[in-house]
Structure formats: structure tokens, C-alpha cells
């Protein structure tokens, strides 16, 4: 019996020792994520890098030093003091982005990273700043970045660290200088608004002057159009006039024609001459034509057909 209890404590004692070690083996299995790297150390030294899936590491031996994301950091640094060229000093902060390009020499390159990015972004941009003049540095970001993400990118080239971008977030120069940008800003917005006032003027009395220009030309143009109507009209009139006195004097002398005509036929005494004129007048009056010019003196009219009637005679 008393064996049996050994045996049973034996089995008891094996099966947790045994299950201890499956557990602890269980335990040095590691599921490495899609962005994360990791670098495993063998007895203090570097071993290899693991990416994505599932690894075991060797009891007592093996250990992982670092879990490195491989994704793009983003840090954002403290403001910085700098002195420009004119020598003002003015509080810069920066935004850097990165990526990890090498794990290994991420873990070993340099002993904090993040903190070596951000004193050489600190002493780079001191530099580059230092050249600049105060407006050339509140005009010139994109020159600042520029050179920025091209000298950090190169130094950190051992550590395995790739440097995107470089963005510079805030400058702030001090107060005095602040004010004065700003009484300058002012100044300037009113000088353009004077301008643009003084423009609005002149091209209100262009406008206006063009407008009166304009005007004169078209009253010019209907009085002329109008006195060429009148003109044209006078003439017209005398035109007609004309035409009227040339039928009148075609009707007397038909008149005259058909008179001596008649003469021939038969002798007329001047009474009959004088009546003839008379209706002879009449015949005219009462024509188409507008206007008739009719002889003042009917006595000469009637003397010059009775001096003919007497030629007649003769003949």
C-alpha cells in the first residue's frame, strides 16, 4: 500500500512537473505582428530579427532585446531658442516623421533614438536659422525643411532610421518684434486700402469721362443725322417746287399753243384773247401739280397771243 501511495505521488509530482514545462514552453512562444520586428539576443549577443509569425525561443538562452514598429513615427519636438543672423532670437519648434529602415542597427546604432533625433534637429536647425535674417526665416519654411529633412536624413543613415519629412511648426519671435509686425501689417493694409480707394476713383471719373464722351459723340451724331433729314427735306420741297413751275409753264404754253390754233381758225377780237387767257389760267389751276406760278401782268399775256393773232393775219 505503501507503494502504491509512493507510485501515486510520483505520477502526481511527474505530471506537474511535466505539466510546469509545457507550460513554460508554451510561454517562450512568440506570434510576431504584421509591423513590428524583433530583434533576439542568444546568451547577451545578437541573434537574428524576426518578422511575421509564429517563433520559439530557446529556454535560458534566447531573449527578446527589443520590439521595434516598423510603421512611420511621428515625434514632435519641444521649441527651440535660436538666434538669426540680425541677431533675434525667437522659440522654433519641429515636427520630424520617420521610419525604421534597419532593426538592427535601430537597436544598436545609438543608445536612445528618439532623443538623438531630436538634439541633432535641435543643433541643425540652430544652424540654418543662424544664416537667415529675421524675414528670410518667417518667409522661408519651405528652404528650413528642405534642409533639414536632408542633413537629419543623412546622419541618421547609421542608425537605420529613414527621415521623410521635416516640418517646421510654429516660429515665434518675441514680443517687441511681434508688435512691431504687426503695426508694420496694419500700416500696409491701409496703404492698400488708400491705393485701392485712389484706383476705384480714377476709374470712376474714367469711366464717367468716357460716359460724357460718349454722349456728346451720339448728340453730335443725331444732330447731324438731323440736319441731313432737314436738308434732305428742303430739297425735296424744291424739287417739288421746280417740278411745279415747269408743269405750270408746260401748261401755258400748251395753252398758248392751242390758242394760236385756234386763231388760225377764226379771228379773235382782244376781248376773246383776254377771255381765253382767263380760262386758259383757269385750266392751269386747276391741274395735279402742288403749286403754279401764274404770270402777274394777264394784260401782256393777252397782248403777246393778240400780237401773234395779228402776225397770223398778216401771214
Not at 460716359?211 to 434732305?232: F, H, N, T, V, Y
Not at 386758259?280 to 393777252?302: F, W, Y
Request: hydrophobic residues 45%; aromatic residues 6%; neutral net charge.
Amino acid at each position: 500500500m505503501f507503494l502504491m501511495s509512493s507510485g501515486i505521488i510520483f505520477a502526481i509530482v511527474f505530471a506537474v512537473v511535466l505539466l510546469v514545462i509545457l507550460v513554460y514552453l508554451i510561454s517562450r512562444i512568440r506570434v510576431v505582428q504584421q509591423t513590428n520586428k524583433c530583434i533576439v539576443e542568444r546568451l547577451g549577443g545578437y541573434h537574428t530579427t524576426w518578422g511575421v509569425g509564429i517563433h520559439f525561443l530557446v529556454p535560458f538562452i534566447d531573449r527578446i532585446s527589443q520590439v521595434i514598429s516598423m510603421k512611420e513615427q511621428v515625434k514632435d519636438f519641444e521649441p527651440q531658442p535660436v538666434i538669426t543672423k540680425d541677431n533675434v532670437t525667437m522659440q522654433i519648434d519641429t515636427v520630424v516623421f520617420y521610419t525604421v529602415l534597419d532593426p538592427k542597427l535601430y537597436a544598436y546604432g545609438v543608445e536612445n533614438p528618439v532623443f538623438a533625433i531630436e538634439k541633432l534637429s535641435a543643433t541643425t536647425l540652430r544652424n540654418i536659422i543662424g544664416e537667415l535674417e529675421l524675414d528670410a526665416t518667417l518667409t522661408s519654411r519651405d528652404i528650413i525643411n528642405s534642409k533639414m529633412r536632408s542633413i537629419l536624413d543623412e546622419a541618421t543613415d547609421p542608425w537605420g532610421i529613414k527621415v521623410n519629412r521635416v516640418e517646421v511648426k510654429n516660429i515665434l519671435p518675441p514680443q517687441d518684434i511681434r508688435d512691431s509686425m504687426e503695426r508694420q501689417m496694419r500700416a500696409e493694409r491701409e496703404r492698400r486700402e488708400k491705393i485701392l480707394l485712389a484706383e476705384g476713383d480714377k476709374k470712376s471719373k474714367i469711366l464717367q469721362a468716357e460716359g460724357d464722351k460718349e454722349s456728346q459723340i451720339l448728340r453730335a451724331e443725331a444732330e447731324k443725322q438731323a440736319m441731313i433729314k432737314k436738308a434732305e427735306g428742303e430739297a425735296a420741297s424744291i424739287i417739288k417746287v421746280k417740278e411745279a413751275e415747269a408743269e405750270g409753264l408746260k401748261l401755258v404754253r400748251q395753252a398758248e399753243a392751242d390758242g394760236l390754233e385756234m386763231l388760225k381758225k377764226v379771228g379773235a377780237s382782244k376781248e376773246v384773247l383776254a377771255m381765253m387767257s382767263y380760262e386758259t389760267m383757269e385750266k392751269v389751276a386747276n391741274g395735279t401739280s402742288t403749286k403754279i406760278i401764274i404770270p402777274s401782268d394777264m394784260q401782256n399775256l393777252a397782248g403777246t397771243i393778240s400780237t401773234i393773232s395779228e402776225l397770223v393775219k398778216k401771214d
